[in-house]
């Protein structure tokens, strides 16, 4: 077995949903997800497929993210994999709940719009992933006024009231 690490690129000004599931219906699903759940937002998506043919199943209202969402799906390599890329102004707080409830999905590694590295490990047989590498580390631990700051970002976002 080799352990290796896959940064992944996301598109500036996006957001990216990571997860497993176990069914190639799950292309079309979180394609539907997506339409019920932010219509009109600009996304794509790339499924890899784990058995029989084995493709990137793709999904999505725009070509440049499919495209994005591609190249995450070929550079991770491992089967049963999603890379569901956001465009500027969909968030994943807007449909997580609805992917996490999709029948087929299995789990969800990460939701975020910050760097991004998959740890990855390679066999014989395929790849998978053993969890990611979201942004940075602490640098500390917040004052009144991050706090403050932080709680004022929700309110502002219309998360809090």
């Not at 794509?44 to 190249?71: D, H, I, M, Q």
């Not at 799906?73 to 996490?100: C, E, M, Q, S, W």
């Not at 975020?112 to 990855?120: E, F, K, S």
């Amino acid at each position: 077995m080799e352990l290796d690490i896959v940064q992944l690129s996301i598109p500036e000004g996006c957001n990216i949903v990571v997860g497993q599931s176990h069914f190639i219906k799950t292309a079309e699903d979180i394609a539907e997800i997506m339409a019920n759940s932010v219509p009109g937002a600009k996304y794509g998506l790339a499924f890899n497929e784990a058995s029989g043919v084995c493709l990137v199943r793709t999904e999505g209202s725009e070509p440049a993210l499919v495209e994005s969402a591609v190249a995450c799906a070929l550079a991770v390599g491992a089967g049963h994999t999603f890379y569901l890329v956001l465009g500027p102004g969909a968030y994943p707080i807007n449909v997580l709940d609805r992917i996490k409830a999709c029948p087929e999905v299995c789990r969800i590694f990460c939701a975020t719009a910050n760097p991004l590295q998959v740890v990855r490990a390679k066999s014989e047989q395929g790849a998978g992933i053993l969890g990611v590498i979201d942004g940075s580390s602490p640098l500390g631990v917040e004052s009144a006024v991050d706090k403050a700051d932080r709680r004022g970002l929700l309110r502002r976002f219309g998360y809090k009231f």
